[in-house]
């Protein structure tokens, strides 16, 4: 059973950093490319950062690019994502997923398996 567990959400203040992991088990981490999405209340999920699964290539929504950064562990089968400077506008449910086909993706709809999300709330 494919199980991502995410951890590392909090209440912070604007200006602060947070670093999300997730951890996976029950699939072979190193063959699947991992992203990060978000969604806040009202608002459909949004991509908000991927990583090869070789950890090789990376890709990121401009609205987090150059605050935020997505790593990854295949030993430890985890994925992060360092996110500092971190505003309001960020406030909301994170959620790590991973691809089978190991290649970066920004499609929600190409990711095979889903993790429970785990709340970020960024105060003024």
């Known amino acids: 059973q494919v199980q991502l567990v995410e951890s590392g959400g909090g209440l912070v203040q604007a200006g602060d950093s947070l670093r999300l992991s997730c951890a996976a088990s029950g699939l072979t981490f190193s063959i699947y490319a991992m992203g990060w999405f978000r969604q806040a209340p009202g608002k459909e999920r949004e991509f908000v950062a991927t990583?090869?699964?070789?950890?090789?290539?990376?890709y990121y929504a401009d609205s987090v690019k150059g605050r935020f950064t997505i790593s990854r562990d295949n030993a430890k089968k985890t994925v992060y994502l360092q996110m500092n400077a971190l505003k309001p506008e960020d406030t909301a449910v994170y959620y790590c997923?991973?691809?089978?086909?190991?290649?970066?993706?920004?499609?929600?709809?190409?990711?095979?398996?889903w993790g429970q999300g785990t709340q970020v709330t960024v105060s003024s």
């Open positions: 997923a991973a691809r089978a086909s190991g290649v970066t993706s920004t499609d929600d709809k190409h990711y095979n398996y």
């Open positions: 990583i090869s699964r070789s950890g090789g290539s990376t």
